[in-house]
């Protein structure tokens, strides 16, 4: 609970303090509920070992499925399923398909299990047995392996050993079958195949035949050669004769403007013609005009010699110029026939690039027949090629399951096993009685340690007050006063020292003591206190401030009849006439007695003069006053009180009218210096230990001549 701003001297006690139980306060909540937890540890111990002893004795049997990593390949063929036996999805496959209904009927009808009287006595039904059977099996892969366990369980050991063995078994044909199932089908269907791929071939055949005979081509591949050839060849002709033509031209057109002219000379014509015997001619007469120059230089005109050379020139000029004739003619004529020649290899290109161009139109079809009937003789071939191989493969299939290692019958029951059942047992006993222990703690709302006081209240523990042994109510009132020696008036002592340590106190004259509920020992506390403060020397007025249930008429032995506070608040005594001497000194005794007006009494005005009053004549006035919950009496006092105690007995106050009443308090204003920690049993054995931190000293002779405890009433 958090900390309260009307707790008196309030400092940094309870600020450490956590919410939950630290360990002293565990083993002290354990010691306290032992029985709990040792009854609870005992009923599941006990129940879990009756179970085991009546519970029907299971054996299991275990068979081990190895999935080979790869196929085995006795032949060089490729299997008609492909299957990547390396993947986790492929192992994961058959762990499912070892679970499947399908698969226990066919282990189950393998094993002969339906005609065995023994096995799943009382179940006719067919169907009725296969779900059964399936709380017998438990499939699982074995850990970083290619291994799969397959288990069942049984009364009977030899038909758990069966049907282990018969599961395995069961798969491993059925994944045969399944194999060989799927190359019978592949088998027949590339049967189906190739005789659709036969009829096909042999129609395209027979259409290619066709069109070979309605185009007149008995090959047509060969015409294309030739076609191709001879335009190649003609291509290449005329390539030589354009060269040709152009050359000729060339030399023509250099020539023919001379010749147009007709005054050019033949020696001029004979230097641009490339003909030898113009060549020949023209050399011939240069040399003769070499020597008729040299003649002239030597011989007059009418020489003979010179004569003859001139008549000589002439005859050559005239040969030269007939030559020069011939070759222009030739060199024209040669022209015109190679541009003959180029127009007639043209037109011979053309028909032939028209012909190559029809034979293409017709290879277009043709090719495309020859395609067809190459594709469908590949695929006829593979198809009857692969037949043959898995018509091979059919009689020798591969097994990628097989029985690593085959079950055998248990010698000892699976379950129950008694070790396992008592260790069991005993974890779950101590794990239920702990839990016991702690949940009844936390259930149970009444208050047992002073760390849950100052944890839930917030609230400072000044004094724990052990169970006191008495007879009689005055014994227990006085306690502090008839057994100075022992733990009860040490524990009051030790609440008058920590009291006395306040300086609030000193300065609070007025000091109420009460609860949140009747019965949890204000009215002990107040007229003990009382004591010890008047033992220490000090004038202390005890008040019965409690006008509904007064204790202190009984608590010192006094006559009900006796005049009280009651008879002060209703104006008939005055307070001094009915003061009473107690049997310490120092301390005076003010009862009050039953009365049904206590609320109006107290709140007069009356009360609070004699309050004042008293205060001059005495350093402490203890005021016995009635609870907080179930009557407003206390709150009709608070106002005018200096200070407050709040007691709580031991198993007894609950913590929730406990804050209930500590928010009554708080709405008055009224400071509390602290709770008192009151009826703990010392003797018991869940709290010697603990609260001996808190009492002091062990008196032992106190405690040897001390009559073990009563169920004392701690009721003020």
Not at 408 to 422: D, G, I, N, T, Y
Not at 557 to 567: E, M, S, V
Request: net charge neutral.
């Amino acid at each position: 609970m958090a900390k309260q701003p009307f707790i008196a001297g309030d400092t940094d006690e309870t600020e450490g303090l956590s919410k939950f139980p630290d360990w002293r306060e565990g083993v002290a909540i354990l010691m306290e509920r032992a029985w709990l937890g040792v009854l609870v540890f005992a009923a599941v111990v006990l129940f879990f070992v009756f179970q085991a002893h009546r519970q029907t004795p299971y054996y299991r049997s275990t068979a081990t499925l190895l999935v080979e990593a790869q196929i085995p390949k006795i032949l060089n063929y490729q299997d008609i399923l492909a299957l990547n036996v390396r993947s986790l999805e492929y192992f994961n496959t058959h762990l499912n398909a070892l679970h499947s209904r399908k698969m226990r009927e066919n282990a189950l009808e393998a094993g002969g299990f339906f005609e065995r009287p023994e096995f799943m006595r009382g179940r006719t039904n067919r169907s009725d047995v296969v779900d059964a059977a399936a709380s017998l099996f438990t499939i699982s892969p074995v850990e970083k392996s290619r291994l799969i366990e397959v288990s069942a369980i049984y009364p009977d050991p030899q038909i758990a050993c069966d049907l282990a063995n018969s599961l395995a078994k069961a798969y491993i044909q059925q994944d045969r079958d399944a194999r060989m199932n799927a190359t019978m089908d592949a088998v027949e269907w590339l049967r189906e195949r190739s005789e659709e791929y036969r009829e096909k071939l042999e129609m395209g055949l027979t259409e290619l035949q066709e069109y070979r005979e309605n185009t007149g081509s008995v090959s047509l591949e060969n015409d294309q050669n030739i076609v191709i050839e001879k335009l190649k060849a003609l291509n290449s002709a005329l390539t030589v004769a354009q060269t040709e033509r152009i050359q000729a031209e060339t030399a023509w057109n250099a020539i023919r403007g001379q010749v147009a002219d007709k005054k050019t000379p033949a020696s001029k014509l004979a230097t641009l013609l490339p003909d030898a015997a113009v060549q020949d001619a023209f050399q011939k007469l240069l040399e003769q005009q070499r020597e008729v120059a040299n003649l002239k230089l030597r011989y007059r005109a009418q020489h003979p010699d010179l004569q003859q050379a001139l008549e000589l020139e002439a005859r050559l000029e005239k040969q030269l110029k007939q030559a020069c004739d011939d070759a222009v003619f030739a060199l024209e004529k040669r022209y015109q026939m190679l541009v003959e020649r180029e127009q007639n290899l043209q037109v011979a290109l053309q028909q032939q690039e028209k012909e190559a161009f029809d034979l293409d139109r017709k290879l277009v079809r043709y090719n495309e027949l020859k395609r067809n009937i190459e594709a469908d003789q590949e695929i006829h071939q593979a198809v009857i090629a692969r037949m043959k191989e898995a018509s091979v493969a059919e009689s020798q299939p591969a097994d990628i399951i097989r029985l690593a290692e085959e079950a055998r019958p248990a010698k000892a029951p699976f379950r129950p096993q008694p070790r396992q059942a008592l260790m069991r047992g005993i974890l779950f006993g101590l794990v239920a009685g702990l839990g016991a222990i702690y949940l009844f703690y936390y259930a149970d709302h009444r208050f047992r340690r002073n760390e849950e006081v100052e944890r839930m209240l917030g609230l400072s523990v000044l004094a724990t007050i052990p169970l006191i042994a008495g007879k009689t109510v005055a014994e227990r009132g006085q306690v502090s006063h008839r057994k100075k020696s022992g733990e009860e008036a040490e524990a009051f002592r030790t609440l008058r020292a920590s009291l006395l340590l306040k300086d609030d106190l000193r300065q609070a004259n007025v000091l109420m003591i009460t609860s949140a509920s009747p019965g949890e020992g204000k009215s002990l506390i107040a007229s003990n206190l009382a004591i010890t403060l008047a033992q220490d020397s000090r004038r202390v007025l005890l008040v019965g401030g409690d006008l509904r249930r007064p204790a202190l008429a009984q608590l010192f032995n006094l006559d009900k009849r006796t005049k009280g506070l009651a008879d002060v608040l209703e104006g008939t005594q005055p307070w001094r006439a009915v003061i009473q001497s107690a049997v310490v000194p120092n301390l005076d005794l003010l009862p009050g007695h039953t009365t049904y007006t206590s609320a109006e009494l107290l709140g007069k005005k009356l009360f609070v003069d004699f309050l004042q009053t008293a205060r001059q004549f005495y350093q402490h006035i203890v005021i016995d006053a009635p609870p907080l919950l179930g009557v407003s009496d206390s709150l009709v006092l608070l106002p005018n009180m200096d200070a407050v105690l709040f007691v709580v007995r031991y198993g007894y106050t609950h913590s929730l009218g406990a804050r209930h009443a500590l928010r009554r308090l708080q709405e008055s204003g009224t400071p509390c210096f602290g709770c008192i920690m009151n009826g703990v049993n010392l003797n018991s054995l869940s709290n010697y230990y603990y609260y001996r931190r808190y009492g002091g000293y062990a008196y032992r002779q106190y405690q040897a001549q001390a009559t073990p405890p009563l169920a004392g009433d701690h009721r003020g």
